[in-house]
């Protein structure tokens, strides 16, 4: 069974950090992209972090890049997003979304995607 679960998010204050993990139950890392995708209250949802199956390239928005670093560990079928130096406005429901492509460089193109998990909530207040 194909299912993405995140965890990590919660309460923090500004500058702190925050690592997610998303658990890519069923999937072959080297055959899918995944990709961090947030909604933030009142917001379409917009793409953050992206990494390419096949050549493990990521691609990161540009407002969060320098903060935010995206990484997989295949042995474990997960990859994380940590967040450093953390502003409100990254304050968002994170997803985490998967496709199966074989592009060497992935695009953050949220009609791509064809799983999502539930999400996990952020919160950046002091």
């Known amino acids: 069974q194909l299912q993405l679960v995140e965890s990590g998010g919660g309460l923090v204050q500004p500058g702190e950090s925050l690592r997610l993990s998303c658990v890519a139950s069923g999937f072959n890392l080297y055959y899918h992209e995944i990709g961090w995708f947030r909604q933030a209250p009142g917001k379409e949802r917009e793409g953050v972090s992206c990494i390419s199956g096949s050549s493990g390239r990521p691609t990161t928005l540009i407002s969060v890049k320098g903060r935010f670093t995206i990484s997989r560990d295949a042995a474990k079928n997960t990859v994380y997003l940590q967040m450093n130096n953390l502003k409100p406005e990254d304050t968002a429901v994170y997803y985490c979304?998967?496709?199966?492509?074989?592009?060497?460089?992935?695009?953050?193109?949220?009609?791509?995607?064809?799983?999502w998990g539930k999400g996990t909530l952020v919160t950046v207040s002091s």
């Open positions: 979304a998967a496709a199966r492509t074989d592009q060497a460089i992935c695009d953050l193109n949220y009609d791509a995607m064809t799983h």
